[in-house]
């Protein structure tokens, strides 16, 4: 069921440049025309900016735009699971106890079928669509896979990063397809902490040089941000810092009055006000009994959501343990009961709304 989500007038907290922009691609393998890159006409780059930025708008975007077809602005949920994935392969090979909610998985189309957890933003513009990935995980060829050729998503036209753990970034190797076949590069919005992990975990993306010359790794254009707001074309996104374990700190974003928190076990008290008129809150809650060190579980999420007061709260994140139809089931109750519009999200599941 699609349900269309109408923002009431944005907050507006004080904007900040974005504070550094990295790009370690060597200069050889743009500007040499034998370079596959070549194969893209500099129309094709898309440039960032921060709201203080002089870049003229419509000069910097509608030349550059793919002609896709003009639709609805959406959010498509690419992943909704835990980092292992749904079905865990140690359910299915499990002699002793058969796991309910991972046999149901195994099903093709079956929505307790989960994979690493990513929202695709598709921003609808008059010249095209602008596609905006927050998180390219482990898993993320295999949802790129399943949904992008059925949606019609082609180019990645940004890629904004939660944190550092290989269920949000293990995906950026996989890139390449895009890098390679589809467009010259693709920015990538990362916190400086994430960004130095990088550093180790994804070492030849950051400093190309050590490529083996003629081999095409991902082209990736990293944009260090802070927790201020910063713009990706024309769309203001708001960093909402959360606690992702102790001393451990994840970024959710705020779009439009659409919030986004993947992966918090604690929502610190100067984030509460950047929550505030939200009409779609989309948040974490790994299993329905209790919270874990570094996740929400159900009920924690339940207590956020009655104090953030959303129009529209869908879940995501969630483990083996949390049965889609059963706990959907629990959770329409809380409609009647205490007016709370709450919903777990699956893979695949598209919402219409207005950025
Ligand atoms: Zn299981
Ligand atoms: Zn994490």
């Known amino acids: 069921m699609l349900l269309r989500i109408r923002p009431a007038a944005a907050a507006a907290p004080s904007l900040r440049r974005i504070s550094s922009t990295y790009s370690a691609r060597s200069s050889f393998s743009i500007s040499s025309s034998s370079s596959p890159y070549a194969l893209f006409p500099p129309t094709n780059i ?14 910097s975007t509608t030349a550059q735009i793919a002609p896709d077809t003009p639709q609805e602005s959406e959010i498509i949920f ?34 307790n079928k989960r994979l690493n957890t990513s929202i695709l933003i598709r921003y609808s ?30 180019k990645l036209d940004a890629v904004l990063i939660t944190h550092s753990h290989a269920d949000a970034i293990g995906g950026l190797d996989d890139l390449r397809d895009w890098t390679n076949n589809v467009q010259r590069n693709i920015p990538i919005y990362v916190a ?50 959360v606690w992702h374990g102790k001393d451990y700190r994840s970024l959710g974003f705020r779009f439009g009055n659409i919030c986004y928190i993947s992966d918090v076990s604690e929502i610190p008290e100067e ?23 570094t996740h929400f579980g159900l009920p924690r999420a339940l207590e956020e959501v009655r104090k953030i007061q959303p129009k529209r709260t869908l879940f995501t994140g969630m483990m ?13 109750k809380l409609k009647d009961s205490e007016g709370l519009d709450v919903q777990l999200s699956y893979d695949g599941l598209r919402v219409p709304v207005t950025l």
């Open 46 to 59: 898309f440039t960032a900016h921060s709201l203080h930025s002089t870049t003229n708008l419509s000069e």
């Open 78 to 111: 690419v992943g909704t699971g835990t980092s292992e994935g749904i079905p865990r392969v140690s359910c299915l090979t499990n002699p002793y106890k058969k796991c309910e909610v991972c046999s149901k998985a195994a099903n093709p189309g079956d929505k």
């Open 125 to 154: 513009q008059p010249a095209g669509n602008l596609n905006i990935l927050i998180d390219a995980g482990k898993f993320f060829y295999h949802s790129a896979l399943r949904w992008f050729p059925t949606i019609g998503i082609r």
């Open 192 to 241: 400086n902490r994430d960004f130095e992990v990088m550093k180790k975990t994804h070492y030849y993306l950051v400093d190309t040089s050590v490529v083996t010359p003629g081999a095409a790794v991902s082209d990736l254009q990293f944009k260090i941000i802070n927790e201020e707001p910063f713009v990706v074309y024309d769309i203001k996104f708001t960093p909402l810092p």
């Open 271 to 293: 984030t509460y006000p950047l929550l505030k008129d939200c009409d779609l809150l989309i948040m974490d809650a790994l299993r329905p009994d209790r919270s874990s060190a």
């Open 320 to 332: 083996h343990l949390m049965d889609h139809e059963k706990i959907n089931e629990q959770l329409i």
